[in-house]
């Protein structure tokens, strides 16, 4: 196999079960003969080393001169000996232009916000079609990668309690109740829904409570119960009013609180305005303090006869390169592999039919990712994970298949703080139920990130009990959002698009999964092989195609 690419080296180096520092995979890459440098490197390396660095291969390229670019370069004479040196080079200038190319204006598919950049600036596409360099003694070029472990919140793996009785459902609810209460309380001078039953016909009353049921009465007005720790009460909302239209982004088992007056009969609510725990429109989010970056991805896919390995390689070469040197992180929300039995056919589209020999397959894409960086990962719906929310991070089985690069492994949803800036991760099967539920406007598959907008309102990541997205009662609500992100990552759709809500960045990160049949058959359009990258410092986005 050719190593004239930094993914080309390291599946070499991963096949013999070596991981390595960024620089070593540069240094060998850019070597006069890669082949040469690698053997050399590995020959000398003790069989109980596991990373190999930078310092052993400068070491070796310095004392192999038929592997090392300066002594070739010095003695012509070796150059004999290293057939394969033009080739390679070229091969590794001619890749990265290809790769790394911004993703155009027309092509980003989404955000409409111009609070975020949609591309970097004209240009630095022109950049990124420089050589890759060919390191020199001294030269400072390849700054390895310093990220700090990511510190993990609100995760329910090792914590899960549940065993699915009627009163922990009740619990979790009244968790649940307490918490966005709380958050609504300042807002609101709110009484219990049984001391509003006692009040007189015509008073002011303010209520918080999970929303029971929503109905249109026979005048076409909304009949909205909502539910407390002391019973429900119902209140109207009528079509006329400008608050009927937030009625339309209500889902059941969201918390909300109402203001209004008491009918005659005091039997029902009139409301006036309908609050919710939302994130503060003067909310400031925190930002890294030096210029280092985050890939955002989601929805991997490996195992699927669709997964885009080509796309892969190419991200995973990007990453090898000087332009990406500052994204130190990558993150992602689910969905690594396609699974099995997920969906009804799903088999037919299986290229690894084994659960666990696509985890193996997903850890070798996951090697070519330079050594040098942090990686998050939570589960998604196609993960061998419970599928109830909140999912727990991947058992010990999976994280020994997946150890290479030591990732941080955690539930779905967990909030990562990540250089100062918290960044909630939730894989987003919610989504396709505010997305079914809400109007074309206010979310759509094409603008994921309006979604998102709506579960940031709820201050919930899935609030809707009993429908599509599965949910397990735990000690507590894990899906409440009882800070307020950052940044907001999720996936699940396939469908890309960003924006900023109240200053948080919400980011729906697409896939690396060209259609499948049923996605053609329901005419879902995926947007496969992008990646999302964030610059903490300023929280802008840039996304990359590498397709
Ligand atoms: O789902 C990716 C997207 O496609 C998500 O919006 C759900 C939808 N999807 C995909 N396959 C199916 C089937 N068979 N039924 C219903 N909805 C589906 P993901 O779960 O990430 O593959
Ligand atoms: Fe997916
Ligand atoms: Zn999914």
């Not at 590995?42 to 001169?65: F, G, K």
């Amino acid at each position: 196999m050719p190593l004239e690419t930094p993914s080309r080296v390291v599946q070499a180096l991963t096949a013999r079960g070596y991981n390595a520092e960024r620089e070593a995979v540069t240094l060998i890459t850019d070597a006069d003969s890669p082949a040469l440098a690698l053997e050399a490197a590995i020959e000398s390396t003790p069989e109980s080393t596991l990373v190999l660095t930078t310092d052993h291969v400068r070491s070796v390229l310095a004392e192999t001169p038929a592997a090392d670019p300066k002594a070739v370069s010095t003695d012509g004479a070796e150059t004999t000996a290293a057939p394969a040196t033009a080739d390679a080079t070229t091969a590794t200038a001619e890749t990265v232009p290809e790769t790394a190319e911004t993703v155009p204006e027309t092509a980003a598919p989404a955000t409409g916000d111009p609070s975020v950049s949609t591309a970097t600036a004209p240009g630095q596409s022109g950049d990124s079609t420089r050589t890759a360099p060919v390191e020199t003694e001294g030269s400072s070029r390849v700054g390895s990668r310093t990220p700090n472990p990511p510190g993990i919140g609100n995760d329910v793996t090792g914590r899960s309690t549940g065993t699915g009785e009627y009163d922990e459902f009740v619990r979790v609810f009244r968790d649940r109740y307490d918490r966005l209460a709380g958050q609504l309380r300042g807002r609101v001078n709110h009484r219990p829904a049984e001391a509003i039953q006692e009040m007189p016909g015509g008073s002011e009353a303010e209520l918080i409570g999970l929303v029971n049921d929503i109905r249109s009465t026979a005048s076409g007005h909304w009949l909205i119960e909502l539910e407390d720790t002391t019973g429900t009460f119902p209140c109207l909302v009528m079509k006329d009013r400008d608050i009927a239209d937030l009625v339309d982004e209500l889902l059941l088992d969201e918390c909300i609180a109402v203001q209004g007056t008491l009918a005659d009969d005091a039997g029902i609510l009139f409301v006036d305005a309908i609050h919710f725990p939302d994130v503060p429109r003067t909310y400031r989010p925190s930002t890294a303090d030096r210029e280092v970056e985050a890939a955002l991805i989601s929805d991997v896919h490996v195992g699927s006869q669709e997964f885009m390995a080509d796309a892969w390689h190419r991200f995973a070469d990007w990453l090898h390169t000087e332009e990406a040197e500052r994204v130190e992180y990558l993150l992602v929300a689910g969905d690594m592999v396609e699974g099995v039995g997920v969906y009804p056919n799903q088999d037919e589209e299986l290229d690894v039919v084994d659960i666990y020999d696509q985890y193996e397959r997903f850890a070798e894409y996951l090697k070519e990712v330079p050594g040098d960086m942090e990686i998050v990962m939570i589960p998604g719906n196609h993960d061998a994970v419970r599928l109830a929310e909140p999912q727990p991070g991947f058992d010990e089985e999976l994280r020994d298949i997946m150890s290479a690069h030591d990732p941080q492994i955690s539930g779905n949803p967990s909030m990562v703080d990540v250089e100062g800036v918290s960044i909630l991760m939730y894989h987003g099967v919610s989504l396709d139920e505010v997305i079914a539920e809400l109007p074309e406007e206010k979310a759509s598959y094409d603008e994921p990130h309006r979604a998102m907008y709506q579960l940031l309102k709820k201050r919930h990541v899935a609030p809707q009990y009993g429908g599509h997205t599965r949910i397990a009662p735990e000690e507590k609500d894990y899906l409440v959002m009882d800070e307020v992100p950052d940044v907001f990552h999720t996936g699940h759709v396939h469908k890309l698009g960003w924006g900023k809500y109240h200053n948080v960045l919400a980011v729906n990160s697409g896939c690396w999964q060209a259609q499948t049949d049923f996605q053609k058959s329901v005419n879902i359009d995926p947007d496969a092989g992008f990646a999302p990258i964030l610059e903490l410092d300023t929280l802008d986005m840039t996304v990359r195609k590498f397709t």
